[in-house]
């Protein structure tokens, strides 16, 4: 019977420190990001059968849309025409494009994330919708004193 308990607590521990989660991955996970560099990443919104495809070398954005009944409601479409200024250009202007160089981060606007530019730093709004008039990426200005 002291086996068994024995056994048992041990494994109860073991499975305890298999699931912490440091500070770092959870940022991680927040942003749906993961430790492999990617030149693609899919991030959810708040429509299920939605997502944004962001090209992490040079800013583009695409809608992807799935269907589970279907085919023709599944599509990609373009949400920026053209990547944002400064990713035509690599670390050196001409560089190789640096993989993970932009990222999406949710906003409490379901319709608007924020996508950060790593290399320079600029921020812009991206907003997205079903309606290709109500779609768009604006960089957020820099505001002079």
């Not at 200024?85 to 981060?105: A, C, H, N, W």
């Not at 730093?121 to 004193?145: A, F, H, P």
Request: hydrophobic letters at 35%; aromatic letters at 12%.
């Amino acid at each position: 019977m002291k086996n068994i308990i024995l056994i048992l607590f041990v494994l109860v521990n073991i499975n305890a420190k298999g699931q912490t989660i440091k500070e770092n991955d959870l940022v991680r996970i927040s942003n749906y990001q993961s430790s492999t560099p990617a030149k693609f990443r899919l991030y959810p919104t708040s429509n299920r059968y939605t997502y944004l495809r962001l090209n992490t070398t040079n800013g583009f954005i695409d809608i992807v849309q799935y269907s589970t009944t279907n085919a023709e409601d599944r599509m990609i479409y373009p949400l920026s025409t053209t990547p944002p200024l400064m990713s035509l250009f690599g670390k050196d202007f001409g560089g190789e494009p640096t993989l993970d160089r932009y990222t999406i981060y949710p906003t409490q606007n379901v319709w608007n994330f924020l996508l950060l530019d790593h290399e320079l730093g600029n921020v812009y709004q991206v907003q997205w919708s079903q309606d290709s008039t109500m779609r768009g990426v604006e960089e957020i200005l820099k505001k002079s004193k």
